[in-house]
């Protein structure tokens, strides 16, 4: 099914969600679904304002909106108690539908754990898209297949340069400089460099990247390649620790959970809860310090 050539692409976008429309939908938060000629899912969405985000679709450029709506039948929609719980069910239909036009949240190999267990006079790291039985340590899981990648990768490189320092980035491993972080690598670690890896990993903790950074600073290295290197490294650790463990272990404390391990198919939903739960206790706080008279200066416009 193609658009009409012969009339403008905004008035046929707007003809084909008017009458894919069954009933005007309510101002409510809620799911909507565009279904083609088939009854086959295309998209699942999320609105605060069902009607207004249904509707925008007729007036939609994006060439990738446009391709959808000239397959687009029918639209259903479900109203939900509030916005967050019309995440949460989005969530769980893209997980289960896959429509073709959605990208978010479909793929389940972009969450990894990463897991430990001493080998010999060393620690074995290994990553994996499943909770390994037999590696007494297991963290995660972290979403991401780039950033997760690359903050282990940063990880193994600092730990092998800790116990081994290296003037320049050229004598690293070849495992340790390849463009794929390697799934399984063997370093050597003290029992104290073995805790703050621990720390790291469960997210309580980032006093490993203030020692790296200490180390790096006052290490003399063979060239400037070598220095600007690590210092990209130490930024990958930063981001992955922030959205990886230290998120998660904010998900852990805040909403009470008992195992610090994630399952794949919680992540996505336990962050949207998250969310909510520090929104709630910012709106909190703002409202204590409104009542006590307190006035908060306005940080955005700074001169």
Same mark, same amino acid.
Not at 109 to 118: G, K, L, Q, V
């Given at each position: ?39 086959? &899912? ?41 916005? @967050?719980?019309?995440?949460? !069910? ?65 990880? !193994? ?34 029992? $104290?460099?073995?805790?703050? &890896? ?5 997210? @309580?903790?980032? !006093?490993?990247?203030? $020692? ?22 130490? $930024? ?21 959970? $008992? ?42 416009? @700074?001169?």
């Amino acid at each position: 099914m193609t658009l009409d050539l012969f009339k403008p692409v905004s008035e046929t976008q707007k003809d084909r969600i008017n009458a894919a429309m069954i009933d005007t939908p309510p101002h409510d938060p809620g799911v909507y679904t565009f279904y083609d000629k088939r009854d086959q &899912v295309l998209y699942v969405g999320k609105a605060k304002d069902l009607f207004k985000r249904i509707t925008s679709y007729r007036y939609s450029r994006s060439k990738k909106v446009q391709r959808m709506v000239a397959h687009v039948h029918r639209i259903g929609y479900e109203i939900c108690k509030s916005e @967050t719980d019309a995440i949460l !069910l989005e969530n769980l239909l893209i997980r289960s539908l896959r429509p073709p036009f959605n990208t978010a949240n479909k793929k389940t190999e972009t969450y990894y754990y990463i897991s430990t267990a001493r080998s010999g006079n060393k620690r074995e790291f290994r990553l994996s898209m499943r909770q390994l039985q037999d590696y007494p340590k297991c963290y995660g899981c972290f979403k991401g297949h780039v950033r997760v990648r690359k903050g282990l990768g940063a990880l !193994l490189r600092f730990l092998f340069w800790a116990h081994d320092p290296i003037q320049s980035a050229h004598y690293l491993p070849n495992q340790l400089v390849g463009r794929i972080t390697p799934s399984r690598f063997k370093v050597q670690l003290s029992d $104290e460099t073995g805790v703050r &890896v621990h720390q790291f990993l469960s997210g @309580t903790s980032d !006093l490993l990247i203030s $020692e790296f950074e200490d180390r790096i600073t006052g290490y003399v290295f063979k060239d400037r390649f070598t220095m600007r290197y690590f210092e990209n490294e130490l $930024e990958q650790l930063r981001v992955f620790f922030a959205l990886g463990p230290e998120r998660n272990n904010r998900i852990k404390e805040m909403l009470e959970l $008992e195992s610090s391990l994630i399952q794949q198919h919680d992540l996505d939903d336990l962050q949207v809860l998250l969310s909510e739960k520090e929104s709630l206790l910012v709106n909190k706080s703002n409202t204590i310090v409104s009542g006590a008279g307190i006035n908060i200066p306005d940080t955005k416009h @700074t001169s």
